[in-house]
C-alpha cells in the first residue's frame, strides 16, 4: 500500500485514510448481532429483542464505536507503512468529497522529530565529590542526642536560654482585639530552634519563671495566618516555668539504645558514616546528573511535539491538584492553575527524555539486569530488613521501571563524563547537604 504523507509544518503531518463503507456498514451488523443475543429489555426474553429494536436503541454507538476502531486501525497500518514514529494522538475528520461507496478521513499528527547531538567532546561539566569528615559525624551525633534529650526543670532565679524549654501563656491582641490562634495557656516551645517567630523568641529568651511580659510582634507579610499577616499585634507573655534540655553522653549505653551492631561509640561512629557516605554517594550523583542533563540539552537540536508537551503539561497540572489536595485544600480538583506555569519545565522534560532516549539507543546504554540488581540492593542497604525491601521492588513492574530509569540516567551520565571535557571540584560535606549557615 502507497502512503501519502503530507508535511503540514516542521513535526506536523497529515494522512488521507480511505475506507469502503460496506467495511463499516458489515462490522455494525455483525457488532448489533452479538450485542441482540445478550441485550436484555422490558417486554422482551433474553436474546429474543428484534433486530430493528436492537438498532434503534444502540445503533449510533455501535457506529460510533466501528468508525473509531476501522478508523485507528487503517491510521495504524498507514503510519506503520510509512515508518512513522507518531507522538500522540492524531485528529481525524470525515470528508465530504469521498468516492462513492467509500468513506474518506484526514489524520493530522505529529511526529517525534530527529534529535541531533553535537560532539560531545567539548561539552564542559564540572564533576563534584565530597567526603564524609569527622565533623560531619560529630553533627549527626548532636542531632541524635538531642533527639532524646531529657528535660530538667530550671531555678527559680535562672533565665531562659537556647536550647530550653519554656512553658508559657500567652494572649495577643491586634488593636486592642483578640484573634484566633492568639491565645494559649501551658504553650511549650524550645528558645532558639525557630519554632516561634524570631520576636516571640528574643521576649521570651532571658525571662524566669514567674515572670510577664508585654511586647509588640510584627507577623511577616506571607505569614500563612492571612487574617494577620502584615499586621502587628501585642503580645503578653507568663512564664510558667523554664526546663534545661539534658543530652546523653556519647557512650557505649547510647550506641545501645540506638541498636547499633556491637554496642561501642566506634561501632556507632562507623554505622553514622556508613549512612553519611551513602547519602553522600547519592547526592553527588543527583549533582552530576544535572550538570551531564543541562550539557546535553545546550548540545542537542530538536523540534518538540507539541502533543507531546501538552501531555507532559497536563501531567504537571494534575499532579499540583493532588499536591493540593493531599495537603486538605478544599475543592483542589476544581482549583484553577494555570497551565502556562508549567509550560517551561514541560518542554525541558520532553527535550530532555528526547535526547536521553537518542543517546541510549545509538550507544547502547540500556540498564543491564546486574545494574538494575546492583541499584536495587543499594536503595536497600539502609534499611533494617534490605531482603525485604528487595523483594518490595522486585515484586512491582512499575517501581522496577522507575529503577531502570535511574539506572539509565546514570549510564548516561557515566557516557557523557567519559567524553567531555570534565573539571572536578571537591565541594564541602555541608555545602552538598544544604546545611551551610
Known amino acids: 500500500m502507497t502512503v501519502n504523507v503530507e508535511t503540514l509544518e516542521k513535526l506536523e503531518r497529515k494522512i488521507t485514510l480511505t475506507l469502503p463503507a460496506e467495511t463499516i456498514t458489515k462490522e455494525v451488523e455483525s457488532r448489533l448481532k452479538?450485542?441482540?443475543?445478550?441485550?436484555?429489555?422490558?417486554?422482551?426474553?433474553?436474546?429474543?429483542?428484534?433486530?430493528?429494536?436492537?438498532?434503534?436503541?444502540?445503533?449510533y454507538s455501535v457506529q460510533y464505536e466501528v468508525m473509531n476502531d476501522k478508523v485507528g486501525e487503517a491510521f495504524a497500518v498507514a503510519a506503520n507503512e510509512a515508518k512513522l514514529r507518531v507522538a500522540g494522538q492524531p485528529r481525524i475528520t470525515e470528508k465530504e468529497d469521498a468516492p462513492e461507496g467509500q468513506l474518506s478521513f484526514d489524520a493530522v499528527f505529529e511526529v517525534y522529530p530527529d534529535v541531533k547531538?553535537?560532539?560531545?567532546?567539548?561539552?564542559?561539566?564540572?564533576?563534584?565529590?565530597?567526603?564524609?569528615?569527622?565533623?560531619?559525624?560529630?553533627?549527626t551525633l548532636d542531632i541524635l542526642r538531642k533527639q532524646r534529650r531529657t528535660f530538667e526543670q530550671r531555678a527559680q532565679d535562672q533565665a531562659a536560654e537556647d536550647g530550653d524549654r519554656a512553658?508559657?501563656?500567652?494572649?495577643?491582641?491586634?488593636?486592642?482585639?483578640?484573634?484566633?490562634?492568639?491565645?494559649?495557656?501551658?504553650?511549650?516551645?524550645?528558645?532558639?530552634?525557630?519554632?516561634?517567630?524570631k520576636e516571640f523568641e528574643d521576649a521570651v529568651r532571658g525571662m524566669k519563671a514567674g515572670e510577664s511580659k508585654t511586647f509588640p510582634l510584627a507577623f511577616p507579610e506571607d505569614y500563612h495566618g492571612k487574617d494577620v499577616a502584615g499586621k502587628t499585634a501585642d503580645f503578653l507573655v507568663t512564664v510558667q516555668k523554664i526546663e534545661?534540655?539534658?543530652?546523653?553522653?556519647?557512650?557505649?549505653?547510647?550506641?545501645k539504645s540506638l541498636g547499633v551492631e556491637g554496642a561501642t561509640v566506634e561501632a556507632l561512629r562507623a554505622d553514622i558514616r556508613k549512612n553519611l557516605e551513602r547519602e553522600v554517594k547519592f547526592r553527588v550523583l543527583a549533582r552530576n546528573k544535572q550538570a551531564v542533563m543541562d550539557a546535553l540539552v545546550a548540545k542537542a537540536e530538536l523540534d518538540l511535539p507539541k502533543s507531546v508537551v501538552q501531555a507532559e503539561v497536563d501531567r504537571l497540572v494534575e499532579g499540583a491538584r493532588a499536591d493540593l489536595k493531599q495537603r486538605g485544600i478544599p475543592d483542589a480538583d476544581k482549583a484553577p492553575i494555570p497551565q502556562e506555569m508549567f509550560t517551561e519545565q514541560a518542554e525541558r522534560r520532553v527535550r530532555l527524555g528526547l535526547v536521553v532516549a537518542e543517546l541510549v539507543r545509538a550507544n547502547d546504554l540500556g540498564a543491564k539486569p546486574e545494574q538494575l540488581k546492583a541499584h536495587v540492593d543499594d536503595l536497600a542497604a539502609s534499611y533494617e530488613k534490605p531482603e525485604e525491601v528487595v523483594r518490595w521492588y522486585q515484586g512491582d513492574n512499575r517501581r522496577m521501571a522507575e529503577v531502570e530509569a535511574v539506572v539509565i540516567e546514570n549510564n548516561v551520565t557515566d557516557f557523557v563524563l567519559g567524553k567531555a571535557k570534565v573539571t572536578d571540584k571537591s565541594v564541602d560535606f555541608d555545602e552538598l547537604m544544604g546545611q551551610q549557615g
Open 34 to 59: 452479538r450485542l441482540a443475543r445478550q441485550v436484555k429489555m422490558d417486554g422482551f426474553r433474553p436474546g429474543k429483542v428484534p433486530m430493528n429494536v436492537v438498532a434503534q436503541r444502540y445503533g
Open 167 to 197: 512553658t508559657i501563656d500567652f494572649a495577643g491582641k491586634i488593636d486592642g482585639e483578640a484573634f484566633d490562634g492568639g491565645k494559649a495557656e501551658g504553650f511549650q516551645f524550645l528558645v532558639g530552634e525557630g519554632q516561634m517567630l
Open 117 to 139: 547531538i553535537a560532539d560531545l567532546s567539548d561539552a564542559e561539566v564540572e564533576r563534584v565529590s565530597a567526603e564524609v569528615n569527622d565533623a560531619a559525624i560529630d553533627r
Open 244 to 255: 534545661a534540655a539534658k543530652l546523653p553522653e556519647v557512650d557505649d549505653e547510647f550506641a
